[in-house]
Structure formats: structure tokens, C-alpha cells
């Protein structure tokens, strides 16, 4: 199951990573001073992306 862990880092702040299933890290977030921030953001995310567009910023090959 995907999920969301919220940790603190070595400075202190609070992040988020996403997992996949198979327990590998999908992304992780910035610093955040405030739990709650990360939190919001996770909403956030949750709310916000299911129809989010692909941009490919990368060079066709020719």
C-alpha cells in the first residue's frame, strides 16, 4: 500500500516521503518548520494531483 511518512531530519524540521508498496521511496519533501505544514502539504498533494499534467522537459532525440 503507498503511504505517507512523516519524519523530522537531523536540522529539525519536518519532511514527508512517499512509498510505494514494495517500500521504496517515491519522493520526499522540503523542510518544513511546522508539522502541521508538512501535514497541509500532504493534503495538499493528496487533493490537488489526480489530474495533474505530465510536462516532459527533456530533448526529443532525433
Known sequence: ???FEV???????F???F???????MFSSEGYKAKASALN???SIKKNSPGAD?????KAEA
Open 7 to 13: 519524519y523530522k531530519d537531523k536540522a529539525g524540521e
Open 1 to 3: 500500500m503507498y503511504k
Open 54 to 58: 505530465i510536462v516532459d522537459q527533456t
Open 41 to 43: 502539504a500532504i493534503e
Open 19 to 25: 512509498k510505494a508498496s514494495n517500500g521504496e521511496t
Open 15 to 17: 519532511r514527508f516521503r
